[in-house]
């Protein structure tokens, strides 16, 4: 199985700032990475897909980037409805592993 | 819009089975697979197995192989997806998602989930 490693597992920040969560897989995944959102009681939300595109509808602060074994996730401006945990997850082979997730809470 | 509605909360005892279904609605049904997610409380993610919603193939996670059955129904454009021989550790709460694919290395994302089924493992 592929093992997704993401940092921190928690993170504090203040509304407008600025921040970057990263995910490593234990082999290289090319570009099949997707990061989701979930806010606590709800379902995950699909914010980037393929490490890079952002999914419609999704605000253009978050982005993507990496390839192979290292991504991140970055938000450029923090707003109050960010505040939740974040999961990356590669689909370059099954089982489709998810990272353990990170924790963004408000500073 | 695209939606997928699943069923309700269930309880059930150690060693009972559970089924939990996903309706699709506002896409066509056969033309995109669904995975099913579990989370226990206060976990993180864990995929289960994929369906496909053409020819019913599936993928189940090996850790849940052989207890795990996923079944879609075209007609009434669900998929369900069956878990047996419960063990307290089972409970969680169970999404459906949506796979629709990407790239040129088979990459799938999960672009529409279901709002999550609970259930609940106790004597």
């Known amino acids: 199985d592929i093992q997704m490693t993401q940092s921190p597992s928690s993170l504090s920040a203040s509304v407008g700032d600025r921040v970057t969560i990263t995910c490593r897989a234990s082999r290289s995944i090319s570009n099949n990475l997707n990061w989701y959102q979930q806010r606590p009681g709800k379902a995950p939300n699909l914010l980037i897909f393929a490490a890079s595109s952002l999914q419609s509808g999704v605000p253009s602060r978050f982005s993507g980037s990496g390839s192979e074994t290292d991504f991140t996730l970055t938000i450029s401006s923090l707003q109050p409805e960010d505040f939740a945990t974040y999961y990356c997850q590669q689909s370059y082979g099954t089982p489709r592993t998810f990272g353990q997730g990170t924790k963004l809470e408000i500073k | 819009q695209i939606q997928l509605v699943q069923s309700g909360a269930e309880v059930r005892k150690p060693g009972a089975s559970v089924k939990v279904s996903c309706k699709a609605s506002?896409?066509?049904?056969?033309?995109?697979?669904i995975s099913w997610v579990r989370q226990a409380p206060g976990q993180g993610l864990e995929w289960m197995g994929w369906i496909s919603t053409y020819n019913g193939h599936t993928s189940i996670g090996q850790n849940l192989q052989g207890r795990v059955t996923m079944t879609r129904d075209t007609s009434t454009s669900t998929v369900h997806m069956e878990l047996r021989s419960l063990r307290s550790d089972d409970t969680a709460v169970y999404y459906c998602?949506?796979?629709?694919?990407?790239?040129?290395?088979?990459?799938?994302?999960?672009?529409?989930w279901g709002q999550g089924a609970r259930v609940t493992v106790s004597s």
């Open positions: 506002g896409y066509t049904f056969n033309r995109y697979g």
């Open positions: 998602a949506r796979d629709v694919g990407y790239g040129d290395y088979g990459g799938v994302r999960f672009d529409s």
